[in-house]
């Protein structure tokens, strides 16, 4: 079973009852965007990580990193938090993974109370792996390595991984309450991405590319009678030539421009990227 050790950004500011909050709507998001890509998996968390156990990791990576809200993820072999047992699976992990001649650093952090530093992690699992390597010619270089070793060592559990796949970040979808996104060009559509991104529930107006955005919010909906509502502001995607015309007093809400300061070409190459699923 193979585990995958997520990271959230901007949520760890938030006061303590917020931060559940948050928290509590982001398992819920990627558990909703698992079950919409059919990606079977158990998610937990514990303290500022989320951990998800699956039998296809492929599939999970590329279904989380359409979740707003997560930042980084890792697939991580895992041990306890012994020191000892950080520097045989360390010295395990980096088999296969140096090549003849190449350097290496580790990069090691610590969360909760243990009888050695991180620096004393770093350089024992360093040691560790430097002398299962060493008939390879491998060498220690702790600025701009040729391979990077991160261990994250978590109350009685140590994670260990090579690679951080970044995500989009941001806030979880559901928890900046909803808004009415007009979407029928690329502009608008970019609109609603970038809205989405911030935590909004987006009802979805318009002609525009409704299953592109959806692939992102599997539980959004188009705005009707019933939905509109409960919608906090509108969503419109105007350059600054566009505003000429904008009458601020034809709408009942606020009315929001994400795009307004960016140019043709950034508005169509992040739209290009948003219906490729990045």
Request: hydrophobic residues 40%.
């Amino acid at each position: 079973m193979a585990v995958l050790l997520l990271r959230y950004s901007e949520i760890g500011l938030k006061s303590d009852s917020v931060r559940r909050r948050f928290e509590n709507q982001l398992k819920d998001n990627i558990v909703t965007m698992f079950m919409a890509d059919s990606v079977e998996a158990f998610v937990s968390r514990k303290g500022a990580r989320f951990y998800v156990e699956t039998e296809d990791p492929d599939a999970a990576i590329r279904s989380v990193r359409k979740v707003f809200g997560v930042a980084s993820a890792s697939l991580v072999e895992q041990c306890s938090s012994d020191l000892d047992d950080i520097c045989r699976a360390a010295a395990e992990y980096s088999r296969g993974r140096l090549s003849e001649g190449q350097t290496f650093a580790v990069d090691a952090r610590r969360d909760g109370s243990h009888p050695y530093t991180s620096l004393d992690v770093a350089r024992e699992a360093g040691s560790a792996i430097f002398l299962e390597n060493e008939l390879l010619g491998v060498k220690v270089k702790l600025s701009g390595p040729d391979v990077k070793f991160f261990i994250e060592v978590r109350d009685n559990l140590a994670f260990l991984f090579s690679d951080v796949i970044q995500c989009h970040a941001g806030l979880p979808i559901g928890t900046q309450g909803k808004v009415v996104a007009e979407v029928d060009d690329d502009r608008g559509l970019v609109s609603a991405w970038m809205v989405m991104k911030r935590g909004c529930r987006v009802l979805f107006r318009g002609s525009g590319d409704y299953e592109s955005l959806r692939r992102y919010d599997p539980e959004m909906r188009r705005c009707d009678d019933k939905n509109v509502k409960y919608a906090l502001a509108y969503v419109q995607g105007r350059s600054l030539e566009d505003m000429a015309d904008f009458d601020a007093e034809a709408y009942d809400l606020p009315v929001f421009f994400p795009t307004v300061a960016m140019s043709d070409d950034e508005v169509a190459k992040l739209a290009g990227l948003i219906r490729e699923g990045f």
